[in-house]
Each structure stands twice: as structure tokens, then as C-alpha cells.
């Protein structure tokens, strides 16, 4: 297993929509066991495959409050419907804030619906169906996102997005070929440094959904969902 680098907001992949993935063979394990490998050591609770660059429909997931379900897991070809609807109320900045780790050091309010439906294949090509609720179902959606070619940041309320757009600008994110390598560089949502240290835009958060967590006001999901 390899950790791999992380793609950052601006390259294609992370823009357009992923391929569905026609025949799960070794390739596929090892793309999988590497992006396991990545996610753990990014702290996120989720990671899709474009992240890692590679545009196929693919997610990894990590969150201990899943209820019935692992609490890690592969999802191939998913598809993703809302059974809950998404409030129009405002995101509250301190337990609806996503991280993301393609969008690294930064969290933003996002409004999500608390309840879904997700289908697709496990890594030995079975089907699987189940629903999620609560943070569990914000991963799910956030991932999904991922493979469709959209970053939360993309969803977000225009007092958020203006925020954003800065911080593009600022960190020259709008160009392709930029990474970051869990392990290696430092990491970018504080991990590594002690809890009184780190503070993000909006407050603490998960990342990929930070993604890759503890509770909705603490570190670790990398919405870091992936």
C-alpha cells in the first residue's frame, strides 16, 4: 500500500465528472488499498478518487458513528438519493462546517440533507444498498460530490463563496498540478500541532468531511470528507 498524493482545488480531475469503473480487478484493489492507506494518514473520514487523481467512481469511508453499517468501507459506481430534503435555512458555522482535504486548512458552512440512500458495489463487485443519517450522511454526499466533479466549496452560500474566492486567489489554487503528500508535508488542518494551536476560517470542523472525526465541532471529518 502507497500513500499518494492528494490533488488540490484546480486540477481537471477534481472537475469533471468520474468514469464508472467497468471491471473491478487488481488494478482497482490496489487503487483502493492505496487510498485506505492515504485516508488514514490524512485523518479524513472519506477520500474519493479523484482526490488521489484518478477519475473513476470510487470512495473510501471512515466514521465510527455509522450505525448498522461499517464503519469503513469501499463504495464502486455509488448512486446517491436524499431522503430528507436540504433546509434553505443558514448553515451554524460551529456544527454544519465541512473541511475538505482537496481544499486543505480551510472550513466552511454547508447545509446537507440528514438523510440518504446510497447504492453501489463493494470490492468483491456485490451490491450493497443502505441509508445514512446525521454527520454519516454528510460524508456520504460529500464524496459523492467528489465524483461528480464538485468540491462543497461549490455549494456554498455566496457570504461563504466570496470568502472562497479569495482564498483561491491567495493560495494560487486556480492552476493545475499543485499536491500535498499526507506523512510527508505538514499537515494542513493542525493535526500535527497541539489542539490550542490550530484554528481554521470558520472554526474547527470534520475534513473529508475533514473528510476524513470526532463530533461536528471537533477535528477530523474530509467533508475531511475527501
Known sequence: MTIRPITIYGEPVLHRRAQEVERIDDSIRELVADM??????????????????????????????????????????????????????????????????????????????????????D???????????????????????????????NRLDPRWARRWKKVVKKEGWNQPGLTWLPGVDPDPFGHDEPEDDHESDSGSARQDVQPEGTGPSGRGVSSHSG
Do not use: M
Open 123 to 153: 470490492l468483491e463487485g456485490e451490491p450493497l444498498q443502505f441509508e445514512a443519517t446525521g454527520w454519516f450522511a454528510r460524508i456520504l454526499q460529500h464524496e459523492y460530490d467528489h465524483l461528480d466533479g464538485y468540491l462543497y466549496v
Open 36 to 121: 485506505v492507506e492515504t485516508q488514514d494518514a490524512a485523518h479524513g473520514v472519506g477520500l474519493a478518487a479523484p482526490q488521489v487523481g484518478v477519475g473513476l467512481r470510487i470512495f473510501t469511508y471512515s466514521f465510527a458513528d455509522s450505525g448498522d453499517q461499517p464503519s469503513r468501507g469501499v463504495i464502486i459506481n455509488p448512486r446517491l438519493r436524499l431522503i430528507g430534503k436540504v433546509s434553505k435555512e443558514s448553515a451554524d458555522p460551529e456544527e454544519e462546517s465541512e473541511g475538505c482535504l482537496s481544499a486543505p486548512g480551510y472550513n466552511y458552512p454547508l447545509k446537507r440533507s440528514e438523510h440518504v440512500e446510497i447504492t453501489g458495489l
